[in-house]
């Protein structure tokens, strides 16, 4: 029996960082490549470009809006010809992944510098590939980056509803390893959980119901507080290790169901996952304290806690059963690593006590 847990070289946050790059000293007159996103290339670059330059040769980028093998081939391409050091991924999730693999194929350090805090991939090794029809085609692990650079005054700029996404994905983080490091279930990275990542879940969680409401108010104020810096670190750090190798479970299979529903394709992966949070608490029976206190907090932060709330205001049982069936028959989806048999019935079940909780508070 192993217990592994995986963890990025470097991680740095903090207000108006990415104008040194942290302070990283080794990349001190390297060859380095900014694979950044639309609104990067707008302000950010522009911003930060003259400071750039007296530390390293930089050339920059425009992604393309989706992680797929067309495109990470065509930065491929464009990274080997310049035999760069460092290839710097700027962007959301998709940014970042298209990024890591291609670091990963040259052998070349890599940075993660997110943009917004909308999900806990940036401090991971895990990347999803998309077809270019927008269907998952590959998903796997290269390597977690030699640095993540986080500049909170950059994510207290974005929309509030990155950060407060943020926070849906990463309430799932405690709920996730305590199931499986209870049960026995492997971590996303493949060992069993360390107590020092069933720690950091734990801060991950109390964070988000200490500091959530204050982090969401100074995001949409553009402030830095505490409270921001504090939700930022739970969203990216505390998170990405705590799914990595703490493990996935119900909350992050549920939201695999959701996605199957083309009512919130215009949902974020968090607001989904906080939604199959509630509903695993019920699948789980978990504590009726418990329950009540995650319900406070997603109405704090303004997550979703009904169905309507994600796009799913008229769905039909059928229409759930059908979209749980494929996930449910997928033997590899994290939804099963719970110590009971699961069926559709419960599931859906689950989602609608999560759903009529939630109405019920609102009324
Ligand atoms: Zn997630």
């Known amino acids: 029996m192993i217990r592994k847990a995986v963890f990025p070289g470097c991680y740095l946050q903090g207000k108006d960082i990415l104008r040194n790059f942290g302070g990283i000293d080794a990349l001190e007159k390297k060859k380095v490549f900014i694979l950044a996103t639309h609104t990067a290339m707008k ?3 522009p911003e930060n470009l003259p400071f750039w330059k007296k530390i390293c040769d930089i050339t920059y980028e425009e992604f393309n809006g989706a992680c797929t093998w067309d495109e990470i081939n065509r930065v491929l391409e464009i990274a080997r010809e310049g035999a760069y050091d460092f290839i710097v991924g700027m962007g959301g999730g998709k940014t970042i992944d298209t990024a890591r693999v291609v670091a990963g194929q040259l052998g070349v350090k890599y940075i993660a510098a997110p943009t917004i805090a909308a999900t806990d991939a940036p401090t991971a090794s895990a990347c999803v590939v998309y ?17 993540v650079i986080v500049d909170t005054k950059v994510i207290a700029e974005a929309p509030v509803r990155f950060l407060v996404s943020g926070m849906g994905d990463a309430l799932a983080t405690w709920f996730e390893a305590e199931t499986c490091d209870r049960s026995w279930f492997r971590n996303v990275c493949g060992g069993f959980n360390l107590r020092a990542i069933m720690a950091l879940a734990h801060v991950c969680y109390e964070t988000l119901l200490t500091y959530g409401k204050a982090a969401r108010i100074s995001c949409e104020n553009n402030l830095v507080s ?16 705590g799914f990595e190798s703490g493990g996935l479970s119900t909350a992050h299979g549920i939201h695999d169901c959701l996605c199957n529903l083309e009512g919130t394709h215009a949902y974020y992966h968090g607001e989904k996952v906080a ?15 418990l329950i009540d206190e995650v319900y406070a907090f997603c109405r704090s932060v303004e997550l979703p806690t009904s169905l309507a709330q994600i796009g799913l205001e008229s769905v039909t049982d059928q229409e759930l059963e059908a979209a749980v069936f494929p996930v449910l028959q997928n ?8 110590r009971f048999d699961l069926t559709s019935e419960g599931i859906i079940e689950a989602l609608r006590m999560a759903d009529a909780m939630g109405r019920d508070l609102s009324e």
Do not use: C, M, W
């Open 43 to 45: 302000k950010i670059i």
């Open 331 to 338: 033997k590899q989806s994290y939804l099963h690593n719970v």
């Open 131 to 147: 077809s270019n029809e927008g269907s998952v085609v590959d998903y796997f692990s290269t390597r977690n980056p030699d640095y």
């Open 226 to 241: 505490p409270a921001l810096e504090y939700v930022v670190e739970a969203n990216t750090l505390l998170s990405g290790l």
């Open 275 to 289: 939604f199959g949070t509630l509903a695993g608490l019920f699948l789980e029976a978990r504590p009726q304290a």
